[in-house]
């Protein structure tokens, strides 16, 4: 068996293993800004499929979908604990609480 790293005494097998089950690890670097966008329950029932759809118009990515030009990606996350104040999402790490078509169109724009 050869290993990818002698420190780690792990082999290649066991490294993309992890890799490729946990989805905020990658094979490559990638988009410059992330979009993980709440689709759980209390978000839906908030208004979450429109908002859904008022980001995918903005930043012209369809949910889940590899990013366009690798600058913006759109995914989907389940329930970041604010369900009462969703709308939720996380841009590039920050939570943004409380989304609507007004403020998706600013965060948008400062995404583009
Ligand atoms: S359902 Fe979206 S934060 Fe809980």
Redesign the pocket.
Known sequence: MRLVSAELNLSRAEVYGVVSFYHDFRMAPGPVHQVKL?R?????ARG?DGIALCFENKLGVRLGEPAVGDVVSLEAC??????AI???AIIDGALVARLDEAKVAKLAAELG
Do not use: D, T, W
């Open positions: 709440c759980a329950e209390a978000c839906q979450g389940y329930c970041l604990g604010l369900c969703g709308p939720n």
